[in-house]
């Protein structure tokens, strides 16, 4: 059974940083893409880091020069180190990890962790 278990989320004011964890248990790690996307409450979730299974790393707008995502594969583990944080961070951030050589890819995600940023 796979499952992806996210930890490291809560609140902290405009300027602040956290670090994300996922940890990926039942499936394949380092041959797959991970990531992480977002919800605000009344939008659409919103991807804003990938890392990719050969390192590459591809960032939204949003977030760019903000976040870095990074994994260590030994701990089945990807990161995502949020820095300059700033009150639309706001949401649910979600862990993902794509079955890339499935046809179509398959998705699985995690139980999402509230990430709040006050002003």
């Known amino acids: 059974q796979v499952r992806l278990v996210e930890s490291g989320g809560g609140t902290v004011q405009a300027g602040g940083s956290l670090r994300l964890s996922c940890v990926s248990h039942g499936i394949g790690f380092s041959i797959n893409d991970q990531g992480w996307c977002r919800q605000a409450p009344g939008k659409e979730r919103e991807c804003v880091a990938t890392?990719?299974?050969?390192?590459?790393?591809v960032y939204a707008d949003s977030v760019k020069g903000r976040f870095t995502i990074s994994r260590d594969v030994p701990k089945r583990t990807v990161y995502l180190q949020m820095n300059s944080l700033k009150p639309e961070d706001t949401g649910v951030y979600y862990c993902n990890l794509r079955r890339i050589k499935a046809r179509p890819p398959v998705d699985y995600w995690g139980q999402g962790i509230q990430v709040t940023v006050s002003s």
């Open positions: 890392i990719t299974s050969d390192e590459a790393t």
